[in-house]
């Protein structure tokens, strides 16, 4: 999928800002920066469901996301908030 120049500077720039990547050379920044696509979730929305297999690692770049936790009640607690520049995944 071929971005704009535009689209292209705000993906460099939010993986600028994620600690884990800071080591990566400009060049693998940039790879990474065109192997990515952007979504978008409402709120209350799961972007991934606990025990289900994942092979997805996600930036947040706006807004923020629960994580919770069921428990054996059937409740749900929260275990952090997570806000720009977060970065999460299943495994």
């Known amino acids: 999928e071929r971005v704009s120049a ?40 799961p972007i991934v469901t606990e025990g289900e297999t994942g092979t997805q690692f996600f930036i947040l770049s706006k807004g923020k996301v629960r994580v919770t936790k069921k428990q054996e009640d059937g409740t749900e607690k929260e275990l952090v908030v997570l806000r720009e520049h977060s970065f999460f995944g299943e495994r």
Do not use: W
């Not at 939010?14 to 060049?27: D, E, G, I, R, Y």
């Open 6 to 45: 535009d689209e292209k500077r705000l993906r460099m720039k939010l993986l600028a800002n994620v600690p884990l990547l800071s080591t990566l050379a400009k060049q693998e920044l940039d790879q990474v920066a065109n192997s990515m696509s952007t979504n978008s979730f409402q709120e209350g929305e």
